[in-house]
């Protein structure tokens, strides 16, 4: 194995982790300044953002509302598309789930160069 290889192998690891890093903390500033979904265009970017709900469910409160504990054993743990799909196929509503989740307002960012649009 050649030596130089890994190190350089690690050293690209190490830049792609503080890149994420980086990029986090710009994302969570630029969503921390915007509350609701948003497009504009700023300088040579246009910027979206959009906040989606997410449910993160109880276990044991979605449990006890389950009509039949065998669906409980083909979630296994409360998979939110899992649910969805029981939900939609009929099998739950979505009034026996009241109070079994919280929800999260999860904010998505999206930034493109108008630059590169203008020159396409």
């Known amino acids: ?7 350089r192998y690690c050293q ?7 890149t994420e890093d980086e990029l986090e ?19 040579d970017y246009t910027l979206k ?3 989606q709900e997410k449910r993160h ?8 509302v ?8 083909a979630l296994f743990k409360a998979d939110p ?10 099998l739950l509503n979505e009034k026996s789930l009241e ?3 919280t929800t999260m307002r999860t904010p998505y960012l999206y930034v493109s160069s108008t630059l590169r649009e203008t020159q396409t």
Not at 1 to 7: G, I, Q, S, T, W
Not at 66 to 73: G, I, K, M, Q, T
Not at 81 to 90: E, R, Y
Request: hydrophobic share 40%; aromatic share 8%; proline share 3%.
């Open 1 to 7: 194995m050649n030596v130089d290889k890994l190190a």
């Open 12 to 18: 690209l690891k190490a830049q792609i982790k503080q």
């Open 25 to 43: 903390q710009l994302r969570k500033e630029i969503t921390g300044e915007i509350a609701q979904d948003a497009e504009f265009v700023c300088g």
């Open 49 to 51: 953002i959009v906040y």
């Open 57 to 64: 469910y109880n276990d044991q409160q979605l449990a006890a």
């Open 66 to 73: 389950l009509p039949d504990p065998e669906l409980w054993r």
């Open 81 to 90: 598309a899992k649910i969805s799909a029981l939900v939609k196929t009929g």
């Open 99 to 101: 109070g079994t989740y």
